[in-house]
């Protein structure tokens, strides 16, 4: 029996890294036994980690299923032409104790000819970060090829990146083929395509508990740079209050700010899903049908098929997120 496509919350999907803290656990309350916990993967359909729902009538069921059951009434019309059963995004919180490897990402035709995957361009919303954090995105001087296999061979590759000292609410969008990294100390929101390919460049020379060092990917990751990128990745955005600020609007998602003090009514005029990631606070999701709670570090998915609903809330700050 079919039920009708309520908002849905799901089974954070908890990702142990070498680089992880206790701050999912600590500042969002997610349950695990494991130390060092990197990533909480919120909505996911990336194989082996698919996201199940824990609210409702669809209580158990897992995304790739309610997609493939209720396609354009679950991705909207266009995202249904565009993406078929495949769902285009990963949404994930992200906890650096140490810094992340330095990295970037293929394009979707690269990914495509190479892992039969999507692209991955992906955008950070920072939550929370410790004093003097930051985060390595581009490089501090025009680059060229040569230039950058120089540095990379000579292990001076940290002299010619970038470093931004960041703080709450600090917003970067990072187009796949620019080189990035996390740094110690930062708690973020990141949306991105829905791909799990990552071409590691540097990893600090550091080892794992059996003293190896992580595979790194330069033979490959070289192709993927775009060195003629602009330095425009800083994303500067309204704070108006109980409306959609405009963030990140790109071919591959569109994210907007929104920081809510009232009751505001939505209408869904995209023809698509939406998914609303709460960065602080926590509001209350309601349909004529449904109530759901959605508290600081907790992500909510309302289907293309949902029309209207409402935000509630005394205080809550959110990123809107639709294809």
């Known amino acids: 029996m079919k039920h009708t496509l309520h908002p849905l919350k799901f089974q954070p999907i908890l990702k142990h890294r070498i680089w992880g803290g206790e701050k999912l656990k600590s500042q969002f309350n997610k349950q695990s036994d494991e130390a060092q916990l990197g990533e909480s993967w919120e909505v996911s359909t990336v194989p082996g980690d698919i996201s199940v729902v824990t609210n409702g009538a669809l209580k158990g069921s897992n995304l790739q299923d309610l997609l493939e059951q209720y396609t354009s009434d679950f991705i909207g ?95 970067y969008f990072i187009e796949a083929g620019r080189v990035h990294a996390i740094g110690a100390g930062v708690l973020l929101a990141e949306i991105q395509q829905t791909s799990d390919v990552t071409y ?73 899903f939406l998914i609303y990631m709460c960065v602080d606070g926590d509001v209350e999701v309601i349909t004529d049908q449904t109530s759901d709670f959605i508290s600081k570090g907790e992500t909510i998915l309302i289907p293309a098929a949902v029309k209207e609903f409402s935000l509630k809330t005394k205080s809550a700050k959110l990123l809107e997120v639709y294809v």
């Open 77 to 171: 019309e266009k995202n249904y032409k565009r993406f078929g059963k495949e769902f285009p995004l990963l949404i994930k919180f992200i906890d650096a104790k140490q810094d992340l490897s330095i990295q970037l990402h293929p394009d979707d035709e690269l990914a495509k000819k190479r892992h039969n995957s999507f692209g991955k361009t992906e955008m950070w919303y920072v939550m929370q970060a410790d004093e003097d954090a930051k985060l390595i995105v581009g490089f501090n001087q025009k680059m060229d090829k040569e230039t950058y296999l120089k540095h990379l061979e000579e292990k001076t590759l940290t002299e010619i990146l970038n470093f931004d000292k960041v703080k709450e609410g600090d917003t």
């Open 200 to 272: 590691r460049v540097y990893d600090w020379d550091r080892k794992d508990a059996n003293g190896n060092e992580r595979e790194l990917h330069n033979d490959i990751a070289i192709d993927a740079f775009n060195f003629e990128m602009e330095d425009n990745f800083r994303v500067e955005y309204k704070t108006d209050k109980n409306t959609s600020n405009d963030m990140v609007s790109c071919p591959f998602f569109t994210t907007n700010y929104m920081e809510l003090d009232a009751e505001i009514k939505k209408e869904n005029t995209e023809d698509s």
